[in-house]
Nanobody, 124 residues
């Protein structure tokens, strides 16, 4: 089992940047594929980015490709989401999630462990 804690959210102007962090408890972090999801008010939770066990493979939603970068540091039990060129439509609660499989999946139902979320607000 793993517990996740996000940080780094906040208020930023359009065009700005934020870096989200997700710290995981436990000694088996490297055995979990990790994902970032987001949920805007009145909308479904959606996949943002995912990274495999080693960090060597990543996937992104089309809406963030080229602007966001997911990475992980297995020595620090942490996954990151670097968000650049932020837009007002990126405003949402961002969640990190873990699945005890090696592969990345876009489906939130394949992730067993979730953080509490961190709010990102982008003003125009």
């Amino acid at each position: 089992q793993v517990q996740l804690l996000e940080s780094g959210g906040g208020l930023v102007q359009a065009g700005g940047s934020l870096r989200l962090s997700c710290a995981a408890s436990g000694r088996t972090f490297s055995s979990y594929a990790m994902g970032w999801f987001r949920q805007a008010p009145g909308k479904e939770r959606e996949f943002v980015a995912g990274v495999n066990l080693s960090g060597g493979t990543t996937y992104y939603a089309d809406s963030v490709k080229g602007r966001f970068t997911i990475s992980r540091d297995n020595a620090k039990n942490t996954v990151y989401l670097q968000m650049n060129s932020l837009k007002p439509e990126d405003t949402a609660v961002y969640y990190c999630a873990a699945r005890d499989r090696s592969g990345i999946t876009f489906s939130q139902y394949q992730y067993a462990y979730w953080g509490q979320g961190t709010q990102v607000t982008v003003s125009s």
